[in-house]
């Protein structure tokens, strides 16, 4: 059985190369493949000599183009998805890898603690929570964690993913809707935290609107409107 961890990464330098090392320090993790969203800093370099397979996207796809674009390409059993600035914190994975290797679960979603610095006002985490709630019926910890492991039937499920940062919660909603068995894992990981400043605002922004709109599109879907 061979099982996968797929780093969706940009700008990463200085964090994306401990996720790497920390992965494949994981019983059982075959591979590790990085996806390099048209960084400008040495990410992909840095990934490449921590032993990832490195893929470069031609222009920056965003997470979930990313994904779209590679994982079809990939063999794996099952699969393992964590963000690049992890860091020495993504060695954990093993804990959300841990019941879907066991069959106890279709998706394992790693939960986070509280933040560890003041950034914005839980908006963009409470439309993806409550868009769980309301179009799905499951109530998360963490909506919007990256972190996660599953199958390959899953993923064939919930694949493809939606473009932006609406992976997260299109695929949760997406996988209770097919009647998976969807766990969150408490973890200890951490990772870059956004501000309160204007970059992270603009982040938070756009986060918040690529969620509305996964959100939406199901509500439509599903005939909610």
């Known amino acids: ?24 320090a994981i019983p059982g993790v075959d591979e590790v493949v990085v996806i390099d969203d048209y960084s400008t800093d040495l990410s992909a370099r840095e990934a490449a000599g921590e032993g990832a397979t490195v893929v470069v996207n031609g222009a920056n796809l965003g997470k ?5 674009r590679v994982l079809p390409h990939l063999e794996f059993d099952f699969l ?50 409550m868009a769980i709630r ?3 019926g499951g109530v998360m910890a963490s909506p919007l964690s990256g972190q996660r492991a599953m199958t390959h039937r899953t993923y064939e499920r919930v694949a493809p993913f939606e473009e932006g940062f609406g ?20 973890t200890g990981m951490y990772h870059r935290e956004t501000g309160r400043d204007l970059a992270g605002f603009k ?23």
Do not use: W
């Open 1 to 24: 059985m061979r099982t996968v961890a797929v780093v969706p990464s940009y700008e990463e330098e200085g964090s994306v190369g401990r996720t790497v090392s920390s992965l494949l």
């Open 64 to 68: 979930g183009g990313s994904l779209n």
């Open 80 to 129: 393992l998805l964590v963000d690049g600035d992890l860091g020495d914190s993504a060695r954990e994975a093993e804990m959300i890898l841990a019941p879907v290797l066991a069959g106890e679960a279709d998706l394992a979603i790693a939960a986070f603690g509280p933040a560890r610095r003041k950034g914005g006002f839980g908006i963009a985490q409470g439309l993806g929570g």
């Open 134 to 136: 309301m179009l799905a």
């Open 167 to 186: 992976v997260e919660v299109g695929m949760t909603v997406d996988a209770l809707r097919a009647g998976l068995k969807v766990v969150e894992v408490e």
């Open 203 to 225: 982040h938070r922004g756009r986060q918040f609107l690529d969620i509305l709109r996964s959100a939406l599109k199901r509500l439509f879907q599903s005939g909610g409107i």
